[in-house]
């Protein structure tokens, strides 16, 4: 089942290149509300972080992204991803710029702790030895290479449909 999930559940993806909680939070009707999803999963803040937004700024605006969303579709179950490691080795630092995991950590614990939603940990999950996004799943230090969301689907998944 889970090589053919959208063929056994509507799916619509609104991952937009480099969108951040200040977008999202303007688009939020034409983006999430007027598709009135039953299930939706929130993956943001990575771009927050590279543009150097205070980490309690980007928490607020997802938390009002998430209150948002509540209070206009009270029955939509809310998945929020935490954010996903980066690399900071020094091959990497022209793509990955002034994010580091020290602040996608930090994030991370405030998320984890927002009402409202599941929230579904994946750090761990795309980490090596050393606490970097794996070599292995990224060409860029910043971006996810298929094999990463091939380690993180079963997880999701699980999350959402038991």
Do not use: C
Request: proline share 4%.
């Amino acid at each position: 089942m889970k090589k053919y999930l959208g063929r056994y559940f509507p799916l619509v993806n609104r991952g937009v290149a480099g969108i951040d909680s200040v977008w999202l939070l303007e688009h939020l009707k034409e983006q999430i509300l007027d598709l009135e999803p039953s299930k939706l999963v929130i993956l943001i803040g990575i771009n927050d972080i590279g543009r150097g937004y205070p980490v309690q700024d980007v928490v607020n605006r997802i938390s009002d992204i998430i209150m948002t969303i509540r209070q206009e579709s009270l029955y939509t179950e809310i998945y929020l991803l935490s954010i996903f490691p980066v690399s900071e080795r020094l091959e990497h630092a022209s793509n990955v710029k002034i994010r580091n995991n020290a602040t996608v950590g930090e994030l991370n614990q405030q998320l984890a702790v927002l009402p409202g939603v599941t929230y579904v940990d994946l750090f761990d999950y795309l980490t090596d030895a050393q606490g970097q996004l794996n070599a292995n799943y990224t060409t860029d230090g910043l971006h996810l290479n298929t094999q990463a969301y091939q380690v993180i689907a079963e997880p999701i998944i699980k999350e959402i449909l038991e």
